[in-house]
Structure formats: C-alpha cells, structure tokens
C-alpha cells in the first residue's frame, strides 16, 4: 500500500481516500492488518530521550561558576577554614539538587503529550465492530466516533452526523469546530480541514465513520512531539553572563595569584609558605563566595513575587530572563479577550442594535445604533425568541460568576436575551418544543419546532448566514444581509442568522421539506470575545516599556485584526496567515516579524518558526500557549508561558512559567518583575565586587611595597562571612525603583558588568583601599599596637560597606533621600546584626583571642562613623556629578 501522495487527505473525496488506502467502509481483515503492523508500526509516540539521573546530577557541575566556587572552598580548605570550605560546598550541592529536579520535571512534557493518546478505540474489522488497543490501529483501519471519544489517531471523516470536536490543544481556538464528510480545498489551515480529525482531540457531539490515514509519529500530535524532541533547552542571559564572568574572574585571580606569589618568593625573599598563606588569603578575600547563593535568594524571592501577581514560576532562572523579554508572543482567545462569546450588534430589517456588557453575566442592555433610548421592547423579541428556543444551552450562576453548560455562542444568546427583558426560563416554558433537525456541518443550520401559548405552531431557524439566505426568496433581503455580513465580518464578528416560519395547520414533525419555502428572516447577531480591559492597560504598559507584542492565532485573520485594533496592539497592525507565512524563506519571515504584529490560522510549525525567527534577530522572547500544539514553541521560547486554567499538562510541563489566571496582564507584571530581580542582581554585583576589591588591593600592596598586611587572613574571612550573608543578602528584597517599566529591554549580550559599574567597581575598590591604608598606618603612627590598628581596619571596612549599602540601593536615583535613609526592614534588620557582631569581634574576649582584635575606644567608634558617612555623601556626589554630565547614559547603567 502507497499512501504517499501529493494530495493531501482532507482534499480527497471519502471513496477515493479508501481507495488510496486500499480499504473499505467494512475495514481491514486481521491478517491485512498485522501485515500493516509490522510495516507502519505501533501507533503510539515514542518515549523521550531521557539522561541517567546520576549523570543529569553530575552536569550540574559543569559550570564556570561551580568551578569558581570549588576554588574557593579549596582555598579556604588549605587555610584551615573548614567551616566556610563547608557553607561553599553546600551551596554548590544545592544548587545541583535544585537544577537536577527542574530537569527531571521538564522532561515530563513529552510524557504528558503520549498521555493524551486514547488507551482503546471502536473499529470495524472485517465488517464487525470490536473495541482494540490504540496502538494496534494502523492506516485503513475504520474509526466509529461518538460524542465523549479521544480521537486515537488521524482519520479521513467518511461519514459524520452533527459531529462537533474539540481541537483546542492544536488549533488553541476554544470553540469547537464543526466536521464533515465533504472535501476540504487544499490550501486549507488545520483548523479549517473540516474533512479531518487528529489523534488526542475530543469529539463534543454527534457520531462519525472515518478512515485511519496516519498513525504514531505521523499524526498531526506525534509531528509536535518530534518537534518537542528536537528543540535544544536555551541558556538563560543571566546564566551566559554569569559563566562568562566567572570563567574571567577566575583567569584573572589565579593568574594575578601565581604572578603575586612569584614576586613575593622571588623579589621580596618571603617563605614560600608564608607568601602561599598570604597568596590564597588574598584569592578567597577576592572571590566572591557568596554572591551565587545570594544570587540564587534574589531569584527565589522573584518567584515569591511573582506567585502573588498569579505567575507561577517552574524554573528559576526564568525569573531574570523575564527582565529582558523583549517580545511578547501571546495568543488571543482567553489571554488579550475573556474567552466568554458575547453578542454585539443585532442587524434587523430596519436598524441595528448594540448590546451592552461583556460575558455570560447578562447585565447590560440593547440600544439603538447611534441612539440613548433603548429601541421599544417588540423590536427585537421575535430575534431574541428565536435564539432562546432554538438553543440547547444553560446558563448557570455561581457564587457571583456565569458560566455556559452547552455551546458558548448559545450561551451568549441567552445572555442578549436577557438584556432584552426575555426570560429564557418562561420563554421556554411558553414555547413547547415539539421537534428539532440538529445543527450539522453538512447543512450548517439548526431549525426547531414549537407551540405557542396560543396554540399556534412556529419552527424558529438559527444558522449560518449563507444557509439560510437560500431559503429566502426576497432579493432586498437577500442583499440587505450580504451588506451586513460583510460589515460584521469586516468587524472580526462571528455571525450568526435567524429566521422562522410560521404554519398553517398544526405539526408533531419537522423535517428538511418544510424549510423549503416560506421561510421569513429575521436578522442577523454579531459575536465576538471582548478584549480584557486589563490586557488593554498591559500592553500600552509593554508599549512604554519597548516590548513589542505578537499576537499569534488559529482564529481567522479578520477576527484577529479587529480585536488587535481593539486592544491598540500597535500602531497600524498587519495580519499575515499561515498559508502566507509557509511561502517565505527563513531570511523573509526574520524580516518580516519584527514589522507584523498578527499571526492568524498559525499551526505548531508557523509558531515556532515565528520564535525562531524573532530569536535570529537577537529577540528574548516570552511565549504564551496552552495545547498540545503550543508545546514546542513554548520550550523554543527564553520564557514560555503556559496557561494554568485552560492550559494542557504538556503546555505547563514545556514552560517555565504558568498563569494561574490566563490573562496577559500577568505576564506583563512578571515582566515588571524580572526586572526588579534583575537590578537587585545588578546591586549585589555592584555592592560585593568593590567590598572584595578594596580589601585585595591593600593586601595585593602590602605584598608589593613589603609592608605587614593590614588585616589577617582570618580577619578577611571574617569580614567576607559577616556582610555576605547580611548586607549582601539585604539587596535581594530591594522593591522595584520608580520608572523600571518606563526603560526599554536590556540587550541579550549585555555585559553583566556594565561600563558604569566597572567603573563603580574601580572607583569603589581604589575608595576602600585608600581607606585601608590610611586608617591602618594613621593608627601605627599614632602609637596603637598592630592587633589594635587591624581591628580599626576591620570596623572601617565594615561601615564603610554599610555607608555604600545604601549608595547602591537606588542605581537610577539618588539615595540621599527620606525613602533612601530610612531602608527597608531588611536594611535595617541587616545592619543591627552587623553591629552586633562587630561589637562582639571588638569587645568580647573569646573573639579577641581567636581574631586577635582588641577592643576600641568611643573616639575611635566616633572616627569610623564619621568616616563612613564621608564615604556615602562621596559617592553620592560622584552619582550625581555623572548624571549631570550625561555620563550614565554613555557609560549605560
């Protein structure tokens, strides 16, 4: 059997799909099918890739940055300090942990997609219906669907009666879409492939007959998980930034270390173990040991803010990449709109008429076109009537809040109904229905038979415009609603048409020939899914922000285009299709994306390619989605975002992010706070790399100029332990700085350390060294003993990073202000156990014997606050010099 062929199945008339398939409405025989069997194989979807837990544990530690800190601990190992060796190695194992368990939850995501395969379907073998295993159907093989079935693999419709299905998890669209036996054209998008059904979709109504075409990894969902499988997991900015640091860092210390130990054997005659001692107090007094785990703190307390503002955050260094989202890819249906169908227009024979409100609460009211007073009540009744009885859908309340049991565009009639002052229960109590013809894509309309309360017998019709244009005669109004569907289309509505016939003698049947004449229209509905009005305010909030937002759909274009108009997506949007988007190279669509802001009738191919493209040139891009369809372009995406209400499991397993309320102004608020974290990140960099700094350097010139080292070894050590895990810590709870929406996105290949903050670093550095020195040999020519000018060095350091605390608190503003001064409870939490500690090196005996410190007196306390409130008032004119100069803009901040 050849099913290969240029034409694709949905185009194929149902006999001649059998006929590729060399198949029959009565199926395939058992010996055909194990012989396919063996030939296609099982149809079920492979298991993923998976890497041995042990070796996923063991990448951990590839890293220049675990290096890094291996460094250290060694360093403090052969100081004899084995209590920080230990705290250094227990951040490393931890952070292995964590990033062993994140993997091993994300690989999971192909898991969750070869669950949504049906364990059993309903064929015909042989011209005998029986129940198999899934991964025993094979091509040819004749599928029976009823309404509740998974769909268990790709299949050719041959028959379908008011069939209905749910294909959301590929096409995202909630509605469900209409099926038929009837080819399709060739150029159509899955959604509109309306002669088709795909493995993992759900039949919502009715009863069809297909024929298998593809099984396993050639169906539309086993395509998506080979997708999946073939997307390389990206590397965070923050985590490229950080290696790339690290790997430099640690060049230049160990090689400065070498070169320093060399001169001081070589040049200044020291002991070679006195001058290593000397060596390696001066490489971990220059490492900043704890600035990973302070790091890994300020990500964590993102995730915490975050959570609050409904953004779940499944992989830690998500956190700081959403501070450099520069593109947004978001769908429409349930994220930018309410995903609750309304009505909006009512076009009757002589007017129009809007409907207020938004949903399913049916609060609101009609009025006419371009009038205040609401239209007389009779207006609009036969219309509404007509949608209340000619509708199979509840709306229900609950605690506050309306939902649809049925149909949404039905639930929406209900709705309007209301609005109009028709209660849909005593309507219906009034209307007895007699008979239906269900709604069928074959004849696209849905006609129900009723008597009256005077005894008068009414079949009432609601249906696709088109359709029921053929049972009218009248020419006027023929073209009448031409001229509405397109002003309703035009619009991005989904409309509806209603008419109704009335008979002369009473009826107990309906049947297709009593529609044939006689048929009175009465109007048309236009329906659309209301934006959210907070998406509204997010996106004018990413537009500030220069985030550039993409609405990518299944919808049609012309829906899409209205509601990006509505929600002022960007200044002039342009829509492009799929089909449109297949025709160009890689090299077009990666100029063309930045420019369209409308991506309609998209499939799982089209999105990522979309993401791809966007991340050629140079984008970092948040991607939202919620099926199975969006899975490989949400693990493509820096941060993709899946939706935690409607969101399929194979969605939220591929994210690193999930909304627990769907909506788009959450991630805009994620973004905010990516932000945040990601200056907090700046400010521990920008506080540990100078406090580090100025204590190499006066030890790197007591070892040049031959003088005694201003601080021990055991003193440095003390000093990185004690402001490491407060003062450093304290910036990581830092709130957001006013105007952090109002910059545009930092660049992906930004230095971690900006030209600014270098030189913040060298300012710094040199700053405290001067410090160092001068308070250390003042002292010695002042009489004190050495212990005593040590422990003078000791305390000034410690002020003095005290006094730059709260100069690094406001990177973009001056510190020097009420705000500034009184901290945050963190600050001041921070610095009251720091005083305490340093209270305790200088006064407490026990200390004093193992620091070799010695207590100060009031003068020398007065001395070092005074000196400290020099520094901050220092750098703050330095801050404020540079920014009059225009120098933070060059220089970047």
Known sequence: MDIESDLPWHVLPPDEALARLESSRSGLDRDEVERRLSSFGPNSLPPPKTTHPALRFLAQFNSALIYFLLAAAVAAGVLGHLVDAGVILAVVIV??????????????ALAAIRDLISPHATVLRGGVRETVDVAGLVPGDILLLEAGDRVPADARILRARNLAVDESLLTGESLTAAKHEHAVAHDAALGDQASMVFSGTLVATGQATAAVTSTGTATQIGRISGMLNRVEVLTTPLLRQI??????????????????????VTVRGFDWTDALVAVVALSVGAMPEGLPAVITVTLAIGVQRMAARKAVIRKLPAVETLGAVSVICTDKTGTLTRNEMTVRHIYLGGHELVASGTGYRPEGELKAEGQDDPPPTGAAADILRCGVLCNDTQLREKEGEWSVEGDPMEGALLAVAIKGSLSPDQCRDEWERLDEIPFDAAHRFMASLHRGPRGEHVIFIKGAPEALLAMVDDAGVKERWRSQIERGGASGERLLGFAMKRLDAPRERLDFPDLEAGVAPLGLMGFMDPPREEAVAALAECRSAGVMVKMITGDHAATALAIARQIDLADDPQVVTGPELERLSDKELQSLVRRVSVFARATPEHKLRIVRALQAGGAIVAMTGDGVNDAPSLKQADVGTAMGIKGTEAARQAAEMVLLDDNFASIVAAVHEGRTVYDNIRKVIAWTLPTNGGETIAVVLAILAGFTLPMTATQILWINLVTAATLGLVLAFEPPEPGVM??????????????????RVVLVSVLFAAIVLSIFFGMLE?????????????????????????????????????????????????ITVVVLAQLAFTYLPVMNRLFDSRPLSLTHGLAIIGVGAAVLLFLEGEKLLMRKLGVFKELGT
């Open 95 to 108: 952070n292995a942990i964590v990033g062993h368990v994140q993997e091993g939850k994300a690989e999971r």
């Open 243 to 264: 290696n790339s640091f690290a790997r430099w860092f640690t060049l230049f210390i160990f090689l400065g270390a070498a070169l320093l130990f060399a001169f001081a």
């Open 742 to 759: 109002s910059r545009p996105p930092r660049q992906p290949d930004a230095p971690l350390l900006s030209p600014f903050l270098l030189w």
């Open 782 to 830: 002042r009489g004190a003993d050495l212990p005593t000018a040590r422990t003078m060095v000791v305390n000034m350091l410690i002020v003095a990073e005290v006094a730059y605390l709260f100069n690094v608190r406001f990177l973009h503003m001056r510190s020097l202000t009420l705000p500034g001064a009184m901290g945050t409870p963190a600050v001041l939490i921070a």
